[in-house]
T-cell receptor
Framework: NAGVTQTPKFQVLKTGQSMTLQCAQDMNHNSMYWYRQDPGMGLRLIYYSASEGTTDKGEVPNGYNVSRLNKREFSLRLESAAPSQTSVYFC????????????FGPGTRLTVT | KQEVTQIPAALSVPEGENLVLNCSFTDSAIYNLQWFRQDPGKGLTSLLLIQSSQREQTSGRLNASLDKSSGRSTLYIAASQPGDSATYLCAVRKGSNYKLTFGKGTLLTVNP
C-alpha cells in the first residue's frame, strides 16, 4: 500500500494563476480531507468529503474548490492563486468505522509570488 | 469554539530521558483525541488515538493519557532517543462531525 499520495511535492505560482493539487489513497477509505498548515496557525481544514460524490466546506474554504473524482481521488483547485495561499497542503483519509483515525499524505509546498 | 493548546512549544532533552508533552482543550465534549508526529518537511504520522471513553493508550515507548473532564492529555515518551526528534501534534474531534482541531505542536529535540 502506498497510503496517501500527493502531487506535486513543490509548486511555485504567480498571483492569478490556477492549479490543481492531486491526492489519492489506496486504502479504500470513504472519507478524505484537505488541510493547510501555516506557521503559528497549526493545521486548518479546507474541505472534506465524507464519501464519493459528497464534499463539504471546512474552516477556511474561500479561494478553493474540490472534486471527489472517485473513491480514491480527491483534488483541490486554486482558481486564482493569491499570496495568502502560500502554505503547505496536506491531504488525509480516514479509517472506516468509529475510530475516525486519519492518515496523512506527505504534503505539497505551494508558494504564490 | 474549540481551542487546543500544546505546552511547551519546544523542548530539548538529553538522550535517555523520560519526557511528557502536554495538550489541553477548551471544550471537554470531545469524541476522541489523536497524537501525531511530524518530521521536518514531511506529513503527519498517527501515533495514538484515544476514544473519549478511554483513559490511556500505549504503543511501545509511547503512552498517551486522557482526562476529558479537565480537558487535558499527555504524551509520555520513555527512554527518549535522537530518532524521536520531531514535532508532536495533538488533535481533538468533537462529536461525530469530521473536523479535527489541531494544536500548534511541540518541537522535540533529543540530543545524543
Amino acid at each position: 500500500n502506498a497510503g496517501v499520495t500527493q502531487t506535486p511535492k513543490f509548486q511555485v505560482l504567480k498571483t492569478g494563476q490556477s492549479m490543481t493539487l492531486q491526492c489519492a489513497q489506496d486504502m479504500n477509505h470513504n472519507s478524505m480531507y484537505w488541510y493547510r498548515q501555516d506557521p503559528g496557525m497549526g493545521l486548518r481544514l479546507i474541505y472534506y468529503s465524507a464519501s464519493e460524490g459528497t464534499t463539504d466546506k471546512g474552516e477556511v474554504p474561500n479561494g478553493y474548490n474540490v472534486s471527489r473524482l472517485n473513491k480514491r481521488e480527491f483534488s483541490l483547485r486554486l482558481e486564482s492563486a493569491a499570496p495568502s495561499q502560500t502554505s503547505v497542503y496536506f491531504c488525509a483519509s480516514r479509517l472506516p468505522g468509529n475510530s475516525y483515525e486519519q492518515y496523512f499524505g506527505p504534503g505539497t509546498r505551494l508558494t504564490v509570488t | 469554539k474549540q481551542e487546543v493548546t500544546q505546552i511547551p512549544a519546544a523542548l530539548s532533552v538529553p538522550e535517555g530521558e523520560n519526557l511528557v508533552l502536554n495538550c489541553s482543550f477548551t471544550d471537554s465534549a470531545i469524541y476522541n483525541l489523536q497524537w501525531f508526529r511530524q518530521d521536518p518537511g514531511k506529513g503527519l504520522t498517527s501515533l495514538l488515538l484515544i476514544q473519549s471513553s478511554q483513559r490511556e493508550q500505549t504503543s511501545g515507548r509511547l503512552n498517551a493519557s486522557l482526562d476529558k473532564s479537565s480537558g487535558r492529555s499527555t504524551l509520555y515518551i520513555a527512554a527518549s532517543q535522537p530518532g524521536d526528534s520531531a514535532t508532536y501534534l495533538c488533535a481533538v474531534r468533537k462529536g461525530s462531525n469530521y473536523k479535527l482541531t489541531f494544536g500548534k505542536g511541540t518541537l522535540l529535540t533529543v540530543n545524543p
